[in-house]
Each structure stands twice: as structure tokens, then as C-alpha cells.
Nanobody
Framework: QVQLVESGGGLVQPGGSLRLSCAASGFSLDSYAIGWFRQAPGKEREGVSCISDRDGRTLYVDSVKGRFTISRDYAKNTVYLQMNSLKPEDTGIYYC?????????????????????WGQGTQVTVSS
């Protein structure tokens, strides 16, 4: 069975950092694209980042470039999202998701593709 479990969220002050983890089971990361998404209250879900080891590709939405870094650990079958210089607008529930294949660029350089598997989400709150 496919399962994705996020962890690492919490409350942080503006300018602070968090590292989110997405632990995958039931499939191997090397054949899947893993994306991070976030959703703030009253807003649509937004793609943040994606990694696919099959082609060595990483993608970032423009608003997080230079601040967020996505990575993976094969041994732990886990994908990480290191978030630095956090801003209040980064607040939301962060989800990891997976689809077979490689990361796909969507409209306006956002994340494309249809993600088949989703985690339960972890709350990130950036506030003073």
C-alpha cells in the first residue's frame, strides 16, 4: 500500500526555518516524482516544489526559489523540504504527493502533472 506521511511543521517566526519530511512507503522514490504543495485558509492549493531522481530534476515555484530546498534520502525513502527565510505568506498546510515518472512544469512555471498519492499534511505557521 502506498503511504506518504509528512512531519516537521510547526510555529516559527518570520525569517526562521523549518525542515519538512515526507516518508514514503509502498513504492520507491527512484521512479516517482514527489511534490510539495501548500494550502492556506481560503486559498487554492499551490504547488511549491518537486523532485524526481529518475532525471535528476528539481522544480520550485518562483515565490520560494532561493529560500526552499528539496532533497531526498534513498536509504530512508524520504523527501525533505528545507524552508529558510520563512514569511507569513508561507503559512498553510503542507502536503507531499507523488506520481509515477518525472516532475512536470505547469502553467507559469508552476507544478504540473496529476498527483495520485497524497499525505495527510502538516501545518506550517509563520507568525510573530
Amino acid at each position: 500500500q502506498v503511504q506518504l506521511v509528512e512531519s516537521g511543521g510547526g510555529l516559527v517566526q518570520p525569517g526562521g526555518s523549518l525542515r519538512l519530511s515526507c516518508a514514503a512507503s509502498g513504492f520507491s522514490l527512484d521512479s516517482y516524482a514527489i511534490g510539495w504543495f501548500r494550502q492556506a485558509p481560503g486559498k487554492e492549493r499551490e504547488g511549491v516544489s518537486c523532485i524526481s531522481d529518475r532525471d535528476g530534476r528539481t522544480l520550485y515555484v518562483d515565490s520560494v526559489k532561493g529560500r526552499f530546498t528539496i532533497s531526498r534520502d534513498y536509504a530512508k525513502n524520504t523527501v525533505y523540504l528545507q524552508m529558510n527565510s520563512l514569511k507569513p505568506e508561507d503559512t498553510g498546510i503542507y502536503y507531499c504527493a507523488a506520481h509515477w515518472g518525472v516532475c512536470v512544469v505547469g502553467p507559469r512555471r508552476g507544478l504540473g502533472g496529476t498527483y495520485d498519492y497524497w499525505g495527510q499534511g502538516t501545518q506550517v505557521t509563520v507568525s510573530s
